[in-house]
């Protein structure tokens, strides 16, 4: 079993950006964690390809938390490769089949009302960005401390960042995936985006936990691997 980052870049207002979905490779069969924005899809695929892989052999899809920029382009993805089992956590799982409003739709609503006018433009967009995401079904919901993945990945329950959120964690490898329960800041792990997490303290022990591991490779969603 192998464990790739995949470098996606992308503009925003003019900035060049990059997220790290992971790539989980075991044999001939692939594990994509995270699935980027909406329409993200073709820059994935590119990305996996470029590495010598096939993405027809992608078997799972994990979605670490709730968040546009995760789950974005899992419809897409779901619909091109209609074979791929989507795996996520309990907690998470009636957002992203869209059985329930999410925690992050409900937030932006609540910070839209109290926004100064010159942030209320962005504001709404954001809020239409959430209500526009395409929702699917989860075939299989995780908890902590359940091993998938042949065995080989550990569930960890990391909330804070949102209240379902999951990191994985390879013991034979020594890494952990960290989905936002923690980011790669100045060759240091942190908290991802303190001001927007839904409860500060519980990300704050997600992130303790996460160190305590001592492992030898964290990769970040936002930030980029980490080794020591």
Do not use: W
């Not at 390879?170 to 991802?192: H, K, M, Y």
């Not at 409860?199 to 969603?221: M, P, V």
């Amino acid at each position: 079993m192998n464990i790739i980052e995949l470098p996606i870049q992308f503009e925003y207002e003019g900035q060049p950006y990059y997220i790290y979905p992971s790539l989980i490779v075991s044999g001939e069969e692939l594990t994509l964690v995270d699935t980027g924005y909406p329409a993200f899809m073709p820059l994935i695929e590119k990305e996996i390809l470029k590495l010598g892989y096939d993405p027809l052999n992608l078997k799972n899809i994990i979605i670490t938390h709730y968040d546009d920029d995760h789950i974005g382009a899992l419809y897409e993805f779901v619909e091109k490769y209609p074979s791929v089992t989507v795996m996520a956590s309990e907690v998470e799982t009636p957002s992203i089949s869209g059985l329930v409003k999410s925690e992050r739709l409900v937030q932006a609503e609540a910070l839209l009302v109290e926004m100064p006018e010159e942030e209320q433009a962005s504001g709404e967009e954001f809020v239409q960005l959430l209500k526009n995401l395409r929702h699917v079904p989860v075939n299989q919901t995780v908890r902590e401390g359940q091993c998938i993945l042949d065995g080989k990945c550990q569930v960890l329950a990391t909330p804070g960042h949102t209240s379902g959120h999951i990191s994985l964690y390879f013991p034979e490898l020594s890494s952990v995936i960290t989905g936002d329960a923690a980011v790669s800041e100045e060759n240091e792990l942190a908290v991802a985006n303190p001001q927007y997490c839904f409860d500060l303290e519980s990300a704050e022990q997600s992130l303790n936990r996460l160190q305590a591991l001592n492992a030898r490779s964290y990769y970040c969603y936002h930030g980029g691997k980490l080794g020591f």
